[in-house]
C-alpha cells in the first residue's frame, strides 16, 4: 500500500490567476487563458508538467472543445481535454475529486479555469444593432477533439416546475426564504430586513477585492430599500440582494502533487486540501421534505470538518457560496454558525457584488481562499453550490498537510437517506389533468415584473398523500400578493391549466 505521507500522495493548490476586464470587447476563453498565465506566472515550470486541463462550463457559446482551444492558446500539448456539466459546486467538486485521485498515486497536474463574458456579450450585441460588428476571431478549435464531460448534465426542475415558472433561480431561490421566513415567523418585509442586514458584510469584502466587480460598500439600508436602482425581483429580494451575472471575469487554479512542487522549488507557496465531500439534496424543488432545510450541506459540510479532525470552532475563513441570501442562511444554518460570525462568511464578496461569473464562481472562492491562506495561514472551509440549492461540494484548505492526507468523504450512504427521505411529487400536470381540491402551501415565490407589478407567483403545494405539486398562481390573484408569503396557507387547486387560487 502507497505510503499517503509521501510527497507524491499529497495534493496541493501550487498556484493560481484571476481576471477581470471592463472594457475591450473579449472572449470567455480570453479571460480564461488570462488567469491561467497568471497561474503559470507564478509557478514557473508547472505548464509543463500539467497533463490535464478542465473548464468549468460555460453560459456562452463557446463550441465543442474550450478545454482543447485553452490549452492550445497556452501551448499545452498532450493533455486530456475536459469540460463540466452545469453546477456552481463543480470547481470544488473538481478539487476535490482531483486531489483524491492525487491522494491514491496518480501523477497529476491539472489546470482548473473558467471564465464568463456576460458584459461584453452585451456590448458585442449592441455593436451588431448599430452596424458596427467586431472582427471575427479565428476558429481555434478547428481539428480539435470535442472535450470528454465531467459530470450529468440533467434539468433542475421537472417540467412541473418549469410549467409553473420556476425556471429562473431569481424565482427559485425566493421558495427558500418563503420557508425560512415561515418558519420563523416573520413577514416577508422582516425576511427582506434578515436578507440585508447579512449580504451587507458581503459588499464590503467585495469592496476591496481588486477583481470584484461592484466596489461600493452597501448598507443593510440601501440593500433594504427600494427605489428606481434596487427594484423588487422577487419576495423578499431587491436587485442588489441577487446575484450579478453582468460581470467579464475569469479564475484558474492548478492542482498537483507536493513532490512536483519542491522538483519546482515551490513548496514554500502550495496550499494543501485537507478533505472534501460532495452531496446532493433530494434532486427536485418541490420534492424535499423542508425548504427551509438541507440535509445535503449539514452532511457535506460536517464531514469535510471531521475528516480533517476538525470543527467549525478551528476555521479561520469561510467561502459561503451566496448566489441568495437563502443559499447563506442555509449553509449557516447546516454547519452551525451565526449570520454575522465575526470570521466573516465570504472572502469574495460574494455573487453580487465581486459578481457571479456563472458556473466558475467557485474557482475565484478557492483562489482567493488559497490567497488568504498563504498571507496569514489559517484553515479555510469553501463551498460550492450547483443548480436550485441541489448540488454541494465543500473543502477544507489550510498551510500545513492533512496528518493523515488528503481524504475525500464517502457519503453514499447519507445520499441513499436523503434520496429516500424526498416526497412524492408532481413531475407534470399532464399527470393529473383535471385534478380540483385544496391544498397547503409549502413555500411561494411572488415575482414583479420592472414595472413593480406582480406578474407570476409560483408555489409548492401539498396536496393528498401527502403530495407536492409546483403551481402557477390564478393570474385573478397576481393584483393582490405584493409582499405576501403564502407559506402555511390553504388554497384552491383546479382550472385549465392547472393552477392555485386563496379560498
Not at 481576471?19 to 475591450?24: A, G, K, Q, V
Not at 480570453?30 to 509557478?43: G, P
Not at 451566496?322 to 449557516?332: D, G, K
Request: negative net charge.
Amino acid at each position: 500500500m502507497a505510503n499517503r505521507l509521501d510527497p507524491a500522495h499529497i495534493p496541493v493548490v501550487i498556484s493560481f490567476g484571476q481576471s477581470i476586464e471592463r472594457e475591450t470587447i473579449l472572449r470567455p476563453l480570453d479571460l480564461a487563458q488570462r488567469a491561467a498565465e497568471c497561474a503559470f506566472d507564478a509557478a514557473h515550470g508547472i505548464r509543463d508538467q500539467i497533463n490535464e486541463v478542465i473548464v468549468v462550463n460555460i453560459l456562452g457559446r463557446v463550441g465543442p472543445s474550450p478545454a482543447g482551444e485553452l490549452a492550445k492558446r497556452l501551448g499545452i500539448r498532450n493533455a486530456k481535454c475536459f469540460t463540466t456539466a452545469v453546477g456552481g459546486n463543480t470547481p470544488q467538486y473538481l478539487v476535490n475529486k482531483t486531489s483524491q485521485r492525487i491522494a491514491k498515486g496518480e501523477n497529476l497536474a491539472v489546470l482548473i479555469a473558467g471564465a464568463e463574458a456576460m458584459r461584453s456579450s452585451r456590448e458585442r450585441k449592441k455593436q451588431k444593432e448599430s452596424g458596427e460588428v467586431p472582427s471575427s476571431q479565428l476558429n481555434l478549435q478547428d481539428g480539435l477533439d470535442p472535450d470528454e464531460i465531467i459530470g450529468v448534465d440533467k434539468a433542475g426542475m421537472s417540467s412541473a416546475e418549469a410549467s409553473a415558472g420556476l425556471l429562473s433561480p431569481a424565482h427559485v431561490y425566493p421558495l427558500f426564504e418563503s420557508a425560512i421566513a415561515h418558519e420563523n415567523g416573520r413577514s416577508m418585509v422582516e425576511q427582506r430586513k434578515v436578507a440585508a442586514e447579512l449580504f451587507a458584510p458581503f459588499s464590503v469584502v467585495a469592496s476591496a477585492n481588486s477583481y470584484s466587480w461592484f466596489k461600493e460598500k452597501a448598507s443593510a439600508d440601501e440593500l433594504f430599500s427600494t427605489g428606481p436602482d434596487n427594484r423588487m425581483i422577487a419576495e423578499p429580494y431587491t436587485k442588489r440582494l441577487c446575484a450579478f451575472l453582468g460581470s467579464d471575469q475569469g479564475a484558474a487554479i492548478i492542482v498537483t502533487s507536493l513532490e512536483i512542487a519542491n522538483k519546482l522549488n515551490l513548496s514554500k507557496q502550495v496550499v494543501f486540501p485537507l478533505s472534501g465531500a460532495d452531496a446532493t439534496d433530494a434532486w427536485f424543488v418541490s420534492t424535499r421534505p423542508d425548504l427551509a432545510r438541507s440535509p445535503a450541506i449539514s452532511a457535506a459540510s460536517s464531514l469535510t470538518l471531521s475528516l480533517a479532525g476538525k470543527n467549525i470552532d478551528d476555521i479561520n475563513y469561510f467561502e459561503l457560496y451566496s448566489c441568495f441570501p437563502s443559499a447563506v442562511q442555509l449553509a449557516c444554518r447546516e454547519i452551525g454558525i451565526d449570520h454575522a460570525d465575526g470570521r466573516g462568511l465570504t472572502v469574495t464578496g460574494g455573487l453580487p457584488y465581486f459578481g457571479g461569473p456563472g458556473n466558475n464562481y467557485t474557482t475565484h472562492g478557492i483562489a482567493s481562499m488559497a490567497s488568504k491562506i498563504q498571507e496569514g495561514g489559517g484553515l479555510g472551509l469553501v463551498s460550492g453550490l450547483g443548480w436550485f440549492a441541489t448540488k454541494h461540494s465543500y473543502g477544507l484548505y489550510g498551510q500545513d498537510p492533512p496528518v493523515g492526507g488528503f481524504v475525500h468523504g464517502d457519503l453514499s450512504r447519507e445520499q441513499e437517506k436523503i434520496d429516500g427521505a424526498a416526497i412524492e411529487s408532481v413531475e407534470s400536470l399532464d399527470e393529473i389533468k383535471g385534478y380540483s381540491g385544496e391544498g397547503k402551501v409549502i413555500a411561494s415565490s411572488i415575482c414583479y415584473d420592472p414595472d413593480g407589478k406582480v406578474f407570476m407567483a409560483p408555489a409548492v403545494v401539498e396536496i393528498n398523500g401527502p403530495k407536492r405539486i409546483a403551481l402557477a398562481a390564478d393570474p385573478k390573484e397576481l393584483s393582490g400578493l405584493a409582499g405576501v408569503n403564502l407559506a402555511g396557507e390553504k388554497v384552491k387547486i383546479g382550472g385549465d391549466p392547472l393552477c392555485w387560487s386563496r379560498i
